[in-house]
Protein backbone atom coordinates (compact mmCIF):
# COMPACT_ATOMS: atom_id res chain seq x y z
CA UNK A 1 0.00 0.00 0.00
CA UNK A 2 1.78 3.42 -0.70
CA UNK A 3 -0.45 5.39 1.25
CA UNK A 4 0.39 6.30 4.73
CA UNK A 5 -1.66 4.39 7.81
CA UNK A 6 -2.57 6.79 10.36
CA UNK A 7 -3.08 4.84 13.89
CA UNK A 8 -3.98 6.04 17.40
CA UNK A 9 -4.96 5.61 21.00
CA UNK A 10 -7.18 7.70 22.36
CA UNK A 11 -8.87 7.81 26.37
CA UNK A 12 -11.11 11.32 25.69
CA UNK A 13 -11.03 11.29 22.06
CA UNK A 14 -8.15 14.31 21.18
CA UNK A 15 -6.06 11.97 19.55
CA UNK A 16 -8.60 11.12 17.26
CA UNK A 17 -9.69 14.16 16.72
CA UNK A 18 -5.26 15.31 15.51
CA UNK A 19 -5.14 12.01 13.82
CA UNK A 20 -8.10 13.44 11.40
CA UNK A 21 -6.62 16.70 11.05
CA UNK A 22 -3.63 14.95 9.68
CA UNK A 23 -5.63 12.59 7.50
CA UNK A 24 -7.33 15.81 5.87
CA UNK A 25 -4.14 18.15 5.73
CA UNK A 26 -2.48 15.35 4.15
CA UNK A 27 -5.87 14.57 1.99
CA UNK A 28 -6.60 10.91 0.53
CA UNK A 29 -4.14 10.40 -1.89
CA UNK A 30 -1.58 10.45 0.80
CA UNK A 31 -3.03 8.80 3.89
CA UNK A 32 -5.39 6.22 4.72
CA UNK A 33 -8.70 6.84 6.91
CA UNK A 34 -7.44 7.10 10.92
CA UNK A 35 -7.92 3.55 12.64
CA UNK A 36 -8.02 3.23 16.41
CA UNK A 37 -5.82 0.53 17.41
CA UNK A 38 -8.80 -0.61 19.45
CA UNK A 39 -10.12 -1.82 16.12
CA UNK A 40 -7.28 -2.45 14.22
CA UNK A 41 -5.17 -5.35 13.19
CA UNK A 42 -1.52 -6.52 12.99
CA UNK A 43 -1.76 -7.22 9.52
CA UNK A 44 -3.70 -4.11 9.04
CA UNK A 45 -0.94 -1.92 9.94
CA UNK A 46 1.89 -4.02 8.63
CA UNK A 47 0.12 -3.17 5.32
CA UNK A 48 2.00 -0.03 5.16
CA UNK A 49 5.35 1.07 3.86
CA UNK A 50 4.77 4.51 6.33
CA UNK A 51 3.19 5.10 9.54
CA UNK A 52 1.79 8.02 12.13
CA UNK A 53 1.18 6.99 15.17
CA UNK A 54 -0.52 8.81 17.83
CA UNK A 55 -1.09 8.60 21.63
CA UNK A 56 -2.38 10.37 24.64
CA UNK A 57 -0.31 10.84 27.78
CA UNK A 58 -1.81 8.92 30.69
CA UNK A 59 -0.25 9.05 34.32
CA UNK A 60 3.75 9.02 34.73
CA UNK A 61 5.02 7.52 31.13
CA UNK A 62 2.33 4.86 31.08
CA UNK A 63 0.90 3.36 28.51
CA UNK A 64 -2.82 4.06 27.59
CA UNK A 65 -4.44 0.60 28.13
CA UNK A 66 -6.61 -1.44 30.69
CA UNK A 67 -4.08 -1.48 33.81
CA UNK A 68 -4.42 2.41 33.52
CA UNK A 69 -7.80 2.31 33.52
CA UNK A 70 -9.13 3.02 29.85
CA UNK A 71 -12.27 1.29 29.31
CA UNK A 72 -11.71 0.26 25.92
CA UNK A 73 -8.59 -1.15 24.43
CA UNK A 74 -5.77 0.91 23.95
CA UNK A 75 -1.56 1.23 22.84
CA UNK A 76 -1.52 -1.34 25.41
CA UNK A 77 -3.64 -4.58 24.55
CA UNK A 78 -2.35 -3.59 20.37
CA UNK A 79 1.44 -3.63 21.72
CA UNK A 80 0.63 -7.33 23.01
CA UNK A 81 -0.80 -8.07 19.38
CA UNK A 82 2.44 -6.68 17.61
CA UNK A 83 4.86 -8.48 20.00
CA UNK A 84 7.21 -10.45 16.66
CA UNK A 85 6.20 -8.46 14.47
CA UNK A 86 8.78 -6.75 11.73
CA UNK A 87 8.69 -3.00 11.13
CA UNK A 88 11.72 -3.43 9.14
CA UNK A 89 12.21 -0.93 6.32
CA UNK A 90 9.04 0.87 7.82
CA UNK A 91 8.79 4.64 8.07
CA UNK A 92 7.20 5.86 11.10
CA UNK A 93 6.80 9.30 12.81
CA UNK A 94 4.80 9.35 16.38
CA UNK A 95 2.80 11.97 17.62
CA UNK A 96 1.63 12.52 21.43
CA UNK A 97 -1.00 14.40 23.19
CA UNK A 98 -1.21 15.75 26.83
CA UNK A 99 -1.47 19.09 29.03
CA UNK A 100 1.25 20.51 28.23
CA UNK A 101 0.49 23.33 30.77
CA UNK A 102 0.00 21.51 33.74
CA UNK A 103 2.05 18.37 33.04
CA UNK A 104 5.02 20.26 31.29
CA UNK A 105 7.63 18.23 33.15
CA UNK A 106 6.36 14.74 31.48
CA UNK A 107 4.01 16.39 28.96
CA UNK A 108 3.88 13.16 26.42
CA UNK A 109 5.91 11.17 28.30
CA UNK A 110 3.88 7.95 27.42
CA UNK A 111 5.19 8.32 23.88
CA UNK A 112 8.71 6.96 24.78
CA UNK A 113 7.41 3.32 25.15
CA UNK A 114 5.52 3.86 21.80
CA UNK A 115 9.20 4.83 20.35
CA UNK A 116 11.21 1.99 21.70
CA UNK A 117 8.84 -0.47 20.70
CA UNK A 118 8.45 0.45 17.33
CA UNK A 119 12.30 0.87 17.13
CA UNK A 120 12.60 -3.11 18.73
CA UNK A 121 10.13 -4.10 15.84
CA UNK A 122 12.66 -2.25 13.29
CA UNK A 123 11.15 0.82 12.53
CA UNK A 124 12.89 3.52 11.28
CA UNK A 125 11.60 6.90 12.79
CA UNK A 126 11.37 9.67 11.14
CA UNK A 127 12.09 12.83 13.68
CA UNK A 128 12.16 16.68 12.84
Known amino acids: MNKI ?3 YGTEKGMTAMMAQVMYRVLGDEIA ?3 VNVNQATVTELLGYK ?3 LGMPSYGVGEIPGR ?3 SEEGN ?7 LDEADLSGKRVALFGLGNQQKYYARFASSLIH ?4 VRSYGAVLVTT
Open 114 to 117: LYHH
Open 67 to 69: TTG
Open 5 to 7: GIF
Open 50 to 52: ALI
Open 75 to 81: WEEFLFR
Open 32 to 34: SEP
